[in-house]
């Protein structure tokens, strides 16, 4: 978006902004879910309290990308019925797998995510630098929840490689889906 040449099939700056803040709303949306069904399972035990600081962030968020979608009329993803599950369902089955597969479920979600908003603030223009630093901020979060993961035993978690391979691939999977539909 930063280059004023369009080609052919490129999207617009308006497209590019509703996919923006469509994924961005939805996979807060689906961030705050999955710490919810962690904190289902893991809610009363040692992790409950680092859980509850992680999902009230994702809900800033969350809500900070809603007022954007109302404010730049931008129709949300139709799949947050099915994020609202699929996040629940994440959450909860890796830490009925343990905390330590909880937090790798979260060091990779937040990786990926990681990655994904330094993507968005690269391809964003100088117009839109409201945008580009409230992304930058809850990008810092989203590494803040990494390194908790990571500090909390992630790498320890049974299966460690493939269950975060799965779940980055699932993420990435959800980007796609969501920024489209």
Request: aromatic share 6%; with cysteine; charged share 30%.
């Amino acid at each position: 978006m930063t280059d004023d040449i369009r080609f052919p099939g490129d999207l617009t700056k308006r497209q590019e902004i509703e996919r923006v803040l469509r994924v961005d709303h939805a996979g807060e949306y689906g961030a705050k879910r999955i710490y919810t069904g962690q904190l289902a399972v893991l809610g009363r035990g040692s992790k409950g309290d680092l859980l509850r600081h992680m999902k009230d962030q994702e809900q800033v968020h969350l809500d900070t990308f809603g007022k954007m979608i109302a404010q730049r009329r931008v129709r949300p993803t139709a799949m947050l019925p099915f994020w609202h599950v699929a996040g629940f369902a994440l959450g909860a089955v890796t830490a009925l797998m343990g905390e330590k597969a909880a937090m790798a479920c979260t060091v990779a979600v937040e990786e990926t995510i990681d990655q994904h908003y330094r993507d968005q603030i690269d391809r964003l223009g100088a117009d839109e630098k409201d945008l580009k630093d409230t992304i930058e901020v809850f990008r810092l979060e989203e590494v803040e929840h990494r390194d908790i993961g990571l500090e909390n035993g992630a790498e320890q978690a049974p299966a460690y490689r493939l269950l975060s391979g799965a779940i980055r691939l699932g993420c990435k999977v959800a980007i796609a889906v969501s920024e489209r539909v």
